[in-house]
């Protein structure tokens, strides 16, 4: 085999082996969890979702704020439920199928977020993340950190968890 021969076989392997930069050019990504709460459709980062579940056995506690729906018994530990709408200000509409729980934990609290239905698991570009809009309450708007694409509002999972709002006393 000669020069030009080598040289020819190694561009050959080169390009075999190489990877497009794609991924790299398009930025960070956001691996998260979308889901539908009707009429809303929401995001929230996977690294903040423990697990997702079917709600069932829901007991309502008196005199817990109204964002507080109630507890249930999941895998031998009482989870309380969370209605995401109650807490972020916005107005309920229409009929909702409310049987999703996601729920969020890290090491200092543990709670369910009430969905309608899990749509996808997938990607957000960290820098297409753009400001919430003006018509969100601001009651909730420490729970967003922005709007993924037009139509998907991007949940703050940190922030929830870390929030002494969501801390009940008794």
């Known amino acids: 085999m000669d020069v030009s ?3 020819m076989l190694l561009k050959k392997r080169a390009k075999a082996f190489s990877v497009p930069l794609a991924q790299e050019e398009r930025g960070e990504q956001l691996a998260v969890i979308r889901f539908l709460l009707y009429p809303e ?3 929230i980062p996977v690294a903040s979702v423990h697990e997702v579940f079917s709600l069932r056995d829901l007991t309502v506690i008196p005199g817990t ?4 729906l109630g507890v249930m018994n999941y895998r031998s530990t009482i989870v309380p439920v969370v209605n995401l709408k109650k807490l972020l200000g916005i107005r309920e509409a229409g009929l909702t199928e409310m049987n999703k729980v996601l729920l969020l934990r890290n090491d200092n609290m543990e709670f369910g977020l009430l969905c309608d239905r899990i749509l996808e698991s997938g990607f957000i570009l960290q ?3 753009q400001e919430p809009p003006a018509s969100l309450s601001k009651l909730g708007l420490e729970f ?3 709007m993924a694409g037009p139509q998907t ?3 703050d999972g940190e922030a929830l968890l870390n929030s002494r709002r969501l801390i009940v006393d008794a």
Do not use: N, R, S
Request: glycine fraction near 6%; avoid cysteine; charge should be negative.
């Open 153 to 155: 509002i991007l949940l």
């Open 144 to 146: 967003i950190k922005g």
């Open 41 to 43: 459709t929401f995001a």
């Open 65 to 68: 704020p109204e964002f507080v």
């Open 5 to 7: 021969q080598e040289l």
């Open 127 to 129: 820098d297409e993340i």
